[in-house]
């Protein structure tokens, strides 16, 4: 073990002259002599600007085999002296230039972000045994912790992996970086760093370290990096535009690294902040390399060259970019909340990593996990290894979640988007609708509903979503007088619940084409009606029969939920009372809340909105009348809220089949529909390419994402770092430990 001098950070020289090593015998000794004692160290992956503090370098002796452990027993024994406890000023460790350690009350003190906690130690003759004491020692021993085995004997090796897993703590992923890192309502991560200790005592041949998460939190994946370029362009003109695309395409030509190219985006992105107000027009380049950038440019410039003179512009290119000369501007705003069914596996799978600090604030309001139904849209490696489940099984386990999983699934998603406009870029909608359940999600997300969260109990718990709705129907069995699955019946007496086989078909029909049909089949219904398609519901064999008859096919989307047809209406009173819930003292007057059911956009009190959601849940839907509704209170830019674009392609072929719509003064005027997300594609690509949509239309926005992002990954390039894995741009949140 070496220990060398080293200057601290406010120039007084800290001599920790090389001390004698110590024997195996002796270090495991020292990691016993630490249980009994409580322990709460601090860990940060940068050194803290602290000019006053005392510094001490300890090295990590890779020449011995128990290098790493020394150096760990050493700055242990450093911050637990008593001289160094009466002393006034802070001390900090410096472990071979890779974690900086200090006692976690004087990380405190100096309002100190640890990216994690030393808090309990452990030896045993195995890792597990070792883990359980570690557990214990640090008060955790309730807990399940992420466990890194490490098995090298190389002492910088075992530091590096002890470095990654803060990193992975900090960056709340998990421990392979695949997925966002979960953890249970009000229970910080715990993680557990296990290695082989020493051949010669087999009693103790393996150490463990458990950390837990501190309070700052890093971005893993970076909005913007090389590989995610996004260039904005403001202009007076389309020929002022036209101008500023071959000059932008010069400069990038002329540069000759990836450093260079992300401080020419990082002075558009400043240069476009500060000139935006006086700009009528925008151009969004983005591109997934500078080459293609370069290319994006040049294309952009030709369509304009090739468009005819006054002619409106309307590009957009499959990579993001796009431009229109007649922006939409924001008044016309609106968020579109999708209904049940459009989840699926693994969707935003990796949003988390972009935004650690306001999946923070999500995990500080309520259970993420539950809110998101996370064991079910993301199952880890780790969790199907256990469950004995491959990659394609967890799949089907997210696609066959019940319509109460979805539901809330649905909302949480609506819910965590909406906040992510809001408080990330400051995009704030004019008016608000939503499809079917989607106006439950309108409600929870736009701070209209005071406790939004309770909801999930109520909804995993409901007799509505499990029995009555969907599950045994039983507001069908009702309804058509069947035997009920809890035994009472409807003209039955042998207490057996009456088979239903229940299905809903996507069919490209109109309702005049379907409803002359219905009178042979009662039990059959037209559910919701969306443009040139309608979903019919309901007896399966009715419905298969009722479209052959109609002469139309069926797509079957082998979803049992009773929602939108007549049989609903049996539980019309238990819906409202559902969703009767208190609202918050400061509701949002800016925001027009559209609703399928009323004419006018609806009044701001629980009866009015209870009343809006059981009529909407119960009744038929037809989303095309809403589009059109919404048009007519203003609505230009509708932006689905939640996973993938179903509603969006909806919504566009809904205002094509009528254009040209009318305004109030009866003159044409286009609307837009946007997609947050489109299943398949990268979700920062799709949420980068909505940005660039809603910017070209006028929308404002903060560029405090942007800016953040692109320094980060100029940091990281400029160290030599991967851009995803730099340290720089921690974001500082004042979460604290949850206990």
Not at 124 to 150: E, G, T, Y
Not at 648 to 669: F, G, M, R, W, Y
């Amino acid at each position: 073990m070496n220990l060398s001098p080293h200057v601290a950070t406010g120039g007084a020289l800290i001599d920790t002259a090389a001390s004698k090593a110590l024997s195996a015998a002796q270090l495991v000794d020292a990691v016993k002599a630490r249980q009994v004692l409580p322990l709460r160290i601090a860990v940060l992956l940068k050194a803290p600007n602290m000019p006053e503090a005392d510094m001490q370098f300890v090295t990590v002796d890779n020449s011995h085999k128990l290098g790493f452990e020394q150096a760990l027993a050493t700055a242990a024994k450093l911050l637990s002296a008593p001289e160094i406890e009466a002393n006034q000023k802070c001390v900090i460790i410096n472990l071979a230039d890779t974690l900086w350690l200090l006692p976690a009350l004087d990380a405190a003190k100096n309002a100190l972000h640890p990216h994690a906690f030393i808090n309990g130690v452990g030896i045993a003759a195995n890792s597990q045994d070792a883990v359980n004491q570690a557990l214990v020692h640090a008060k955790r021993a309730h807990l399940k912790p992420k466990v890194l085995q490490v098995n090298c004997e190389c002492a910088k090796d075992k530091l590096r992996r002890l470095a990654a897993l803060v990193t992975a703590i900090a960056q709340r992923q998990t421990l392979d970086g695949a997925e966002y890192w979960f953890c249970d309502f009000h229970q910080s991560r715990v993680a557990a760093f296990s290695n082989t200790f020493t051949q010669t005592a087999p009693q103790d041949a393996h150490q463990a370290i458990i950390l837990t998460q501190g309070s700052a939190v890093i971005a893993a994946k970076p909005l913007l990096n090389q590989d995610r370029l996004w260039l904005p362009l403001g202009a007076e003109s389309v020929n002022n535009l036209q101008a500023k695309l071959a000059s932008t395409a010069r400069i990038f030509s002329g540069l000759s690294t990836p450093l260079e190219g992300l401080n020419a985006i990082k002075r558009a992105l400043s240069e476009y902040q500060a000139n935006s107000a006086s700009a009528p027009l925008t151009a969004v380049v983005m591109a997934t390399s500078f080459a293609a950038l370069k290319a994006e440019l040049n294309a952009m410039a030709q369509f304009i060259e090739a468009s005819e003179p006054n002619a409106p512009i309307s590009y957009k290119t499959p990579a993001g970019s796009c431009f229109t000369s007649q922006p939409l501007g924001e008044q016309g705003l609106s968020f579109v909340y999708p209904g049940v069914g459009t989840v699926y596996p693994n969707m935003f799978k990796h949003l988390g990593h972009a935004f650690p600090a306001l999946y923070s604030e999500f995990e500080k309001q309520g259970d993420l996990q539950a809110m998101l139904q996370s064991q079910l849209i993301y199952p880890t490696a780790d969790e199907n290894a256990a469950n004995g489940k491959t990659s394609a099984a967890a799949n089907v386990t997210a696609q066959s979640m019940s319509l109460s999983e979805l539901a809330i699934s649905g909302v949480g998603i609506s819910y965590m988007l909406t906040k992510l406009l809001e408080k990330e870029f400051n995009i704030k909608p004019k008016l608000a609708l939503g499809y079917s359940m989607g106006e439950a999600s309108m409600w929870a997300s736009l701070n209209v509903w005071q406790q939004p969260h309770s909801l999930i109990d109520a909804t995993q718990t409901s007799s509505l979503f499990t029995q009555d709705i969907s599950g045994a129907l039983n507001c069908v069995r009702k309804d058509w007088q069947l035997t009920q699955a809890n035994g009472q019946t409807g003209g039955h007496t042998n207490g057996q619940a009456d088979e239903i086989v229940w299905n809903s078909f996507v069919t490209r029909a109109t309702p005049n084409e379907l409803t002359p049909h219905l009178k042979d089949f009662p039990r059959a219904y037209i559910a919701i009606i969306q443009g040139d398609t309608c979903v019919v519901a309901g007896c399966e064999a009715s419905c298969k029969a009722m479209l052959k008859q109609a002469g139309k096919r069926g797509i079957a989307s082998n979803k049992v939920t009773a929602m939108h047809t007549p049989p609903a209406m049996q539980i019309i009173e238990q819906v409202k009372q559902f969703y009767h819930q208190p609202l918050m003292a400061n509701l949002p007057s800016e925001i027009k809340f559209i609703t399928a059911t009323e004419a006018e956009p609806i009044m701001l009190n629980p009866d009015a909105i209870a009343q809006s959601i059981a009529d909407t849940f119960c009744h038929q839907l037809d989303f095309t009348q809403l589009i059109a509704k919404a048009y007519h209170h203003g609505s230009r830019l509708f932006v689905e809220i939640g996973a993938d674009r179903q509603t969006s392609t909806l919504i566009d072929k809904i205002l094509a089949s009528q254009a040209p719509l009318q305004n109030v003064n009866n003159q044409p005027s286009p609307a837009h529909a946007i997609a947050i997300n489109a299943k398949g594609a990268d979700e920062s690509i799709s949420l980068l390419k909505c940005l660039a949509q809603l910017l070209s239309h006028r929308v404002s926005m903060s560029f405090a994402p942007f800016m953040d992002s692109i320094e980060q990954a100029i940091e990281g390039l400029s160290l030599g770092l991967d851009a995803d894995l730099s340290q720089a741009a921690a974001h500082l949140i004042s979460e604290g430990e949850p206990h």
